[in-house]
């Protein structure tokens, strides 16, 4: 399957600093990428669309000043935490779909575990 | 209702039993139909995706689909330990472009 990557693993971060993470694929493009958090014994919660060239969709609920969401080129798509509380510590996971059609498979980074002290 | 739903589980299978996973969903238009497998503290890890009603087998897995019951399942042969985990039942809605609508997932535990 394709591999997307994601940078850093883990960070742990004072409240009110901004975290940014990366997600990319490695061995094919992707126009669209997608945003996740997981919270502990809970499961995925879509925060985010994020497409190339434009702005990202954000999900109801999502605060998009808050979660920065940049997609800067056909391999790479940032998530910008700002000002970071503990209530933001979680595991988030990016996944990008192999083609643009909507049968494509889907297939998710390694997740970032975020730690706000 | 949910848009998509699973059992949470734990479902418990001794080794080399089979293991049946199941998933429905309620949007009639959905297109595509994905399993996932989650260990702890990891990221999903694609298993099996169908788009056809029948089934459709890849070594010990086969996903399952029937579009007018809006069930699909995954069956697990051979059960091993190492496919204690949870599983995520994924659906692409119709008119949501790629977008994945995941149910809260079947946690399996096989025991030696």
């Known amino acids: 399957g394709a591999v997307v990557s994601q940078h850093p693993s883990r960070v742990i971060c004072k409240s009110g600093t901004s975290v940014k993470i990366e997600c990319r694929s490695l061995d094919f493009q992707a126009t669209t990428m997608f945003w996740y958090r997981q919270f502990p014994k809970q499961s995925l919660m879509l925060m985010a669309t994020?497409?190339?060239?434009?702005?990202?969709?954000?999900e109801q609920g999502v605060e998009k000043d808050k979660f920065l969401i940049n997609h800067a080129s056909l391999t790479l798509s940032t998530l910008t935490v700002t000002s970071a509380h503990p209530e933001d510590s979680s595991f988030y996971i990016c996944?990008?779909?192999?083609?643009?059609?909507?049968?494509?498979?889907?297939?998710f980074g390694p997740g970032t575990r975020l730690t706000v002290l | 209702q949910k848009e998509v739903e699973q059992n949470s589980g734990p479902l418990s299978v001794p080794e080399g039993a089979i293991a049946s996973l199941n998933c429905t969903y309620s949007d009639r238009g959905s297109q595509s139909f994905f399993w996932y497998r989650q260990y702890s503290g990891k990221s999903p890890e694609l298993i099996m995706s169908?788009?056809?009603?029948g089934d459709k087998e890849d070594g010990r897995f086969t996903a399952q689909l029937n579009k007018a019951s809006q069930y699909v399942s995954l069956l697990i042969r051979d059960s091993q330990p190492s496919d204690s985990a949870t599983y995520l039942c994924?659906?692409?809605?119709?008119?949501?472009?790629?977008?994945?609508?995941f149910g809260t997932g079947t946690r399996l535990l096989v025991s030696p």
């Open positions: 996944s990008a779909p192999s083609g643009t059609s909507a049968d494509n498979e889907q297939f």
């Open positions: 169908i788009y056809s009603n």
């Open positions: 994020s497409n190339e060239g434009s702005k990202a969709t954000y």
């Open positions: 994924a659906v692409n809605t119709k008119g949501g472009f790629q977008k994945l609508v």
